[in-house]
């Protein structure tokens, strides 16, 4: 011990494994981000409910996966009569109508809704839309959607992952998230991408096109 009060050998031993740690130090696998802001799901039949008999969905902007974000929009309602205007919707249409919101989204409706990946419903939140020319209610359809990373096979085998294998990400930014159980989703028709909603980025300061890595 020196006369300063301080133990030099211990304080250099914690010097000497800071170093080593960051020599061993590595990036991970980049990602660009995808932020998801709240949207819909419809069948055909409720599309025609909403829009009018005959109604087709018309295309604004294509997706991955063959999905595309739709000319049209609705009004979300909660059970307490709270709405959210204007929320886009996706295409083509599904088996089964959903909604996807954040957790800011839901306590603006003033409805508890669980954390599901997108098409698990059973049990979900239920839900009224309103379309120009009708309306629907769902005793259940309504989700926050589980952050995932979409990856083709090549980029799966690149990091020797599988469709449904759940990794850590890190976002090297001020904020150094760490976002744990991220699903996998492989498929030819996907672009690389993790998609995260606007609660998880405004919280995590990461925007759309941001990178993140695979850990």
């Given at each position: 011990?020196?006369?300063?009060?301080?133990?030099?050998?211990?304080?250099?031993?914690?010097?000497?494994?800071?170093?080593?740690?960051?020599?061993?130090?590595?990036?991970?696998?980049?990602?660009?981000?995808?932020?998801?802001?709240?949207?819909?799901?419809?069948?055909?039949?409720?599309?025609?409910?909403?829009?009018?008999?005959?109604?087709?969905?018309?295309?604004?902007?294509?997706?991955?996966?063959?999905?595309?974000?739709?000319?049209?929009?609705?009004?979300?309602?909660?059970?307490?009569?709270?709405?959210?205007?204007?929320?886009?919707?996706?295409?083509?249409?599904?088996?089964?109508?959903?909604?996807?919101?954040?957790?800011?989204?839901?306590?603006?409706?003033?409805?508890?809704?669980?954390?599901?990946?997108?098409?698990?419903?059973?049990?979900?939140?239920?839900?009224?839309?309103?379309?120009?020319?009708?309306?629907?209610?769902l005793?259940?359809?309504?989700?926050?959607?589980?952050?995932?990373?979409?990856?083709?096979p090549?980029?799966?085998?690149?990091?020797?992952?599988?469709?449904?294998?759940?990794?850590?990400?890190?976002?090297?930014?001020?904020?150094?998230?760490?976002?744990?159980?991220?699903k996998?989703?492989?498929?030819?028709?996907?672009?690389?991408?993790?998609?995260?909603?606007?609660?998880?980025?405004?919280?995590?300061?990461?925007k759309?096109?941001?990178?993140?890595?695979?850990?």
């Amino acid at each position: 011990m020196s006369t300063t009060g301080i133990d030099v050998e211990s304080l250099t031993r914690m010097i000497i494994s800071c170093i080593k740690e960051q020599e061993g130090h590595t990036t991970g696998f980049p990602v660009p981000v995808g932020v998801s802001n709240r949207h819909i799901h419809l069948t055909e039949k409720d599309v025609e409910t909403l829009f009018g008999p005959g109604h087709k969905l018309t295309k604004k902007k294509d997706l991955m996966g063959g999905q595309f974000a739709a000319e049209e929009c609705c009004t979300i309602v909660g059970l307490k009569l709270r709405a959210i205007e204007n929320v886009r919707v996706l295409g083509p249409t599904r088996s089964k109508t959903q909604v996807e919101i954040s957790l800011t989204d839901a306590r603006k409706l003033g409805i508890t809704v669980p954390v599901r990946e997108s098409g698990d419903v059973q049990g979900s939140a239920p839900i009224a839309i309103v379309g120009p020319k009708g309306a629907i209610y769902l005793n259940e359809g309504c989700i926050i959607a589980a952050r995932h990373i979409h990856m083709s096979p090549e980029d799966a085998a690149k990091c020797n992952l599988k469709d449904g294998d759940y990794v850590r990400v890190r976002a090297e930014n001020d904020r150094g998230t760490v976002f744990e159980h991220v699903k996998i989703r492989v498929d030819k028709s996907f672009t690389l991408e993790m998609h995260i909603d606007t609660d998880e980025a405004n919280a995590s300061t990461i925007k759309q096109g941001d990178l993140v890595y695979i850990i």
